[in-house]
């Protein structure tokens, strides 16, 4: 390891010497966008005129809403866990009390044996899909240099320079919770840490959307995050929904739709702030790691801010990486908004502002009053399917025609949700979670993605008043062994009654 670092400085001392890493395409970028540029809004039925059902390669979603009571699984010193969902769609429910370390302790010690499972298959799977990917033309985003130490000393070793460059930007909570996930879990520290670079790497193509007020049947903030990842990896046999629950005066609860040991935020809620995240595959700009991890300010968002405005400033004055589209949606405004981010700009998106920025918006992407969206495609898009979804339930969306609208547009593989913030509900579906990867030829075609299965209700209000479990006894001798308490009468929900409830808590960093 120690050679490796060195050769990170080394490769550091040489990237000074480089004038820059920009990428010239045949894109021209004007970073200071002008919001003059002829388009007008547009109101529901206006543009279904121009885009019909039959632009859509999908179909809507099947099956009735899953709503069933959680199961309890299991319970140690600040954990809970619990499994929802059918036998071919099952999400664990984790539940984290306290400091960091003592989540990430628990965390590691309640799904020790998932644990286990996952790193050694990811980090497999890792290697060959960054090898992979910069063999494609995307790869040119990245610094030459990152290419090049992929190509002679393999994919840790990059994923050890983006830890080492990010690192002086990240706050050190988060290093503390993956100390605490190590220590219990017996995998080591620094894999740990490359798996959460990741993401830095190699990014996913999503799509993304914000309905309100008159868009929606309700005046209610729906917002969509559908998550298009493939499903040839690992990630598919452990979907995770986490729950944090900081101690006082560290921000107030959120949760993070992710899988067993992935600690980041690529899909987020905590009713007063939702995020969500789409490779920015456009882009051609300055490209940096130096920088915080954009799913690290994400889910400082879910944890301490309290509004859009709060989630923008946190955004501009946070040091940034990689180009990237966020979702941001907010409770306290009841709206939500699109973001082009990267280390050199941050441009804002509202129903009335045509998207994208950098290039002039397409016929294939009307304005839409109180509404935002993003499909998965590399933007500027020209498919109309999501246009044309939007357009045919306008001042009618629900959460459910927002899942018909995922199907029709066949996004959303690895997992699929959408947050209701009125009702304090998020739904979300997953992959195919019963068939063991790697995947065979024969059992490939069996995985269903999220989009097309069925969806799982969470009642977020119960979610996050679920109380800690208890300590354990003062003579305890045991270090890290799940407490299981199968006969707790504590319950962590997903039923369909609920009613709108709100966090003020706030937090520093």
């Not at 499903?231 to 598919?236: A, D, F, G, R, Y």
């Not at 129903?351 to 993003?374: C, I, N, Q, R, S």
């Not at 629900?398 to 304090?424: C, P, R, W």
């Amino acid at each position: 390891m120690n050679l490796i670092k060195l050769f990170i400085i080394f490769c550091l001392l040489i990237s000074i010497t480089v004038k820059s890493f920009e990428i010239v395409s045949d894109i021209d970028i004007d970073f200071e966008f002008d919001n003059s540029f002829d388009q007008s809004s547009s109101s529901a039925g206006s543009a279904s005129d121009s885009y019909d059902q039959d632009k859509c390669k999908g179909k809507p979603n099947p099956y009735p809403i899953y709503n069933k009571e959680p199961i309890f699984i299991s319970s140690t010193a600040n954990g809970k866990l619990y499994k929802t969902g059918d036998d071919s769609n099952q999400i664990s429910i984790l539940h984290l009390y306290g400091e960091a370390y003592e989540m990430g302790y628990a965390h590691g010690t309640l799904l020790k044996e998932q644990v286990n499972e996952i790193i050694p298959k990811f980090m497999e799977f890792a290697e060959i899909a960054v090898k992979e990917f910069i063999k494609t033309k995307f790869a040119l985003r990245l610094p030459e240099f990152l290419i090049k130490l992929i190509e002679e000393f393999g994919v840790n070793a990059a994923l050890d320079y983006v830890a080492s460059a990010t690192e002086q930007f990240t706050p050190k909570r988060f290093f503390n919770e993956l100390l605490g996930l190590s220590d219990s879990s017996g995998i080591p520290y620094q894999t740990l840490l490359r798996m959460h670079m990741f993401p830095e790497l190699v990014k996913a193509t999503c799509s993304i959307v914000g309905a309100w007020s008159e868009a929606t049947i309700n005046g209610g903030l729906l917002q969509v995050r559908a998550l298009d990842w493939g499903l040839e990896n690992p990630l598919v046999n452990y979907p995770t929904l986490i729950v944090y629950h900081p101690q006082e005066n560290d921000g107030a609860e959120f949760s993070i739709l992710s899988w067993t040991s992935f600690i980041g935020a690529l899909t987020g809620y905590s009713q007063r702030t939702g995020v969500c995240e789409k490779v920015w595959l456009s882009y051609n700009g300055t490209y940096t790691h130096n920088g915080m991890p954009f799913y690290f300010i994400l889910r400082d968002i879910l944890q301490y801010d309290n509004s859009i405005y709060e989630a923008l400033n946190r955004i501009y004055n946070t040091p940034r990486t990689c180009a990237v589209y966020l979702g941001v949606g907010s409770n306290e405004s009841n709206t939500a908004s699109l973001l082009e981010v990267s280390m050199d700009v941050v441009r804002v998106f509202d129903d009335e502002t045509p998207f994208p920025g950098f290039a002039p918006p397409v016929p294939e992407h009307p304005l839409f009053k109180d509404l935002v969206y993003v499909d998965k495609h590399s933007q500027p898009s020209t498919d109309p399917c999501m246009a044309n979804s939007l357009s045919q339930s306008w001042s009618e969306i629900t959460a459910q025609t927002l899942i018909n609208t995922m199907g029709q547009m066949e996004t959303g593989d690895l997992h699929s949700a959408v947050y209701d913030f009125k009702q304090n509900l998020v739904y979300v579906s997953v992959a195919t979670t019963n068939i063991p990867f790697p995947f065979t030829n024969q059992t490939l075609p069996l995985v269903s993605p999220a989009y097309k299965n069925q969806f799982i209700q969470f009642n977020m209000t119960k979610l996050f008043s679920e109380q800690a479990p208890p300590p354990p006894p003062p003579n305890n001798n045991s270090s890290s062994d799940s407490n299981n308490s199968s006969n707790s009468e504590s319950s962590s929900s997903s039923s369909s009654s609920s009613s709108s409830s709100s966090s003020n808590s706030s937090g520093n960093n």
